[in-house]
T-cell receptor, first 113, second 113 residues
Framework: DTGVSQDPRHKITKRGQNVTFRCDPISEHNRLYWYRQTLGQGPEFLTYFQNEAQLEKSRLLSDRFSAERPKGSFSTLEIQRTEQGDSAMYLC???????????FGQGTRLTVV | KNQVEQSPQSLIILEGKNCTLQCNYTVSPFSNLRWYKQDTGRGPVSLTIMTFSENTKSNGRYTATLDADTKQSSLHITASQLSDSASYICVVTPGGSQGNLIFGKGTKLSVKP
């Protein structure tokens, strides 16, 4: 158990629906990351927060994707108008500062049908 | 373009044998390099992290090496166990980046009895 919690673990949704995932990082970690991983590939960076500030976003994060970390603790990742290509494992990680170990959650597996 | 390439793509070995996984990267500037183990359907778990000034780092039966001049790293697993069956992912943090870890596609290791 790494201490990073993600909810739900699995989500099946119909194309066009909105979905929201939650990540609870390790409590003393001020940095929180979202990654997306498709089958057979390594995780790809989506976005990164330091406390409540979203400091970096990948070009992979299209207008349909939005992430928040309102109080600098838990974070949510919302995907609007889901497409089949959004099907993937969405991973959350947290760390204390750059260069130290990032702890990953178990991920949320999204299937868009 | 910053890239992380791993080889082999997959590997099958017998229990008790040793193996070495390779990672080549083109990321520059470079901050640190990590090796993660990822079991199927689960989040990655950190094995080692090395800065550019470190040549080797051990964690139990896992030993990682780094040659920052040739931009190569290896992960050596000694006396493999069935539980070592997993994907092993090489991850590079670019210098100056806050959260954009660059992941390789991983090497899928299968340890057979």
């Amino acid at each position: 158990d790494t201490g990073v919690s993600q909810d739900p673990r699995h989500k099946i949704t119909k194309r066009g629906q909105n979905v929201t995932f939650r990540c609870d990082p390790i409590s003393e970690h001020n940095r929180l990351y979202w990654y997306r991983q498709t089958l057979g590939q390594g995780p790809e960076f989506l976005t990164y927060f330091q406390n409540e500030a979203q400091l970096e976003k990948s070009r992979l994060l299209s207008d349909r994707f939005s992430a928040e970390r309102p109080k600098g603790s838990f974070s949510t990742l919302e995907i609007q108008r889901t497409e089949q290509g959004d099907s993937a494992m969405y991973l959350c990680a947290s760390s204390t500062q750059r260069g130290t170990e990032a702890f990953f959650g178990q991920g949320t597996r999204l299937t868009v049908v | 373009k910053n890239q992380v390439e791993q080889s082999p793509q997959s590997l099958i070995i017998l229990e008790g044998k040793n193996c070495t996984l390779q990672c080549n990267y083109t990321v520059s500037p470079f901050s640190n390099l990590r090796w993660y183990k990822q079991d199927t359907g689960r989040g990655p778990v950190s094995l080692t992290i090395m800065t550019f000034s470190e040549n080797t780092k051990s964690n139990g039966r896992y030993t990682a090496t780094l040659d920052a001049d040739t931009k190569q790293s290896s992960l050596h697993i000694t006396a493999s166990q069935l539980s070592d069956s997993a994907s092993y992912i090489c991850v590079v943090t670019p210098g100056g980046s806050q959260g954009n870890l660059i992941f390789g596609k991983g090497t899928k290791l299968s340890v057979k009895p």
